[in-house]
């Protein structure tokens, strides 16, 4: 388990809510077995992707994610229990999940299987023209 106080990685955010708003987190963190930094955690990136989505022609519907890292980062809570490692190094791209994890976390999260191959494909499409030093809407992220 990551230190997330003494890593270089993580940063510390504070703000302010009301009383009631903070108890009822605490208290569901609790009840779900989750840390408070995990929630806030998945809640940022969350709030964060609803700003700087790619594909902004309809923004009152969210955009699916197109990337395998765009899944597991928009899924952090859900996919902590079941048993994928490297879930934060999933989220950044910075590793692939094995067809195993794959199939785990397209399992877990409820995904038809033609999404699963356009979540698959895009996600090597992005890798290759990453590697080609294409740059493109995989990028987004």
Same mark, same amino acid.
């Given at each position: 388990?990551?230190? #997330?106080?003494?890593?270089?990685?993580?940063?510390?955010?504070?703000?302010?809510?009301?009383?009631?708003?903070?108890?009822?987190? #605490?208290?569901?963190?609790?009840?779900?077995?989750?840390?408070?930094? *995990?929630?806030?955690?998945?809640?940022?990136?969350?709030?964060?992707?609803?700003?700087?989505?790619?594909?902004?022609?309809?923004?009152?519907?969210?955009?699916?994610?197109? $990337?395998?890292?765009?899944?597991?980062?928009?899924?952090?809570?859900?996919?902590?229990?079941?048993?994928? #490692?490297?879930?934060?190094?999933?989220?950044?791209?910075?590793?692939?999940?094995?067809?195993?994890?794959?199939?785990?976390?397209?399992? $877990?999260?409820?995904?038809?299987?033609?999404?699963? #191959?356009?979540?698959?494909?895009? $996600?090597?499409?992005?890798?290759?023209?990453?590697? *080609?030093?294409?740059?493109?809407?995989?990028?987004?992220?």
């Amino acid at each position: 388990m990551t230190d #997330k106080r003494r890593s270089a990685d993580y940063k510390q955010v504070s703000g302010y809510v009301p009383v009631e708003l903070a108890r009822e987190f #605490k208290s569901i963190c609790a009840r779900e077995g989750v840390s408070q930094s *995990d929630a806030l955690e998945e809640m940022l990136l969350e709030w964060l992707a609803k700003r700087t989505a790619c594909n902004s022609s309809h923004p009152e519907q969210p955009s699916p994610p197109i $990337t395998i890292a765009e899944l597991v980062q928009a899924n952090m809570i859900k996919l902590r229990h079941s048993g994928v #490692k490297n879930l934060q190094a999933l989220a950044k791209g910075e590793v692939l999940p094995t067809p195993g994890d794959f199939a785990i976390i397209t399992s $877990t999260l409820g995904i038809p299987e033609e999404e699963q #191959k356009k979540i698959w494909q895009q $996600t090597f499409l992005c890798l290759h023209n990453e590697s *080609d030093g294409v740059k493109d809407e995989c990028e987004c992220s």
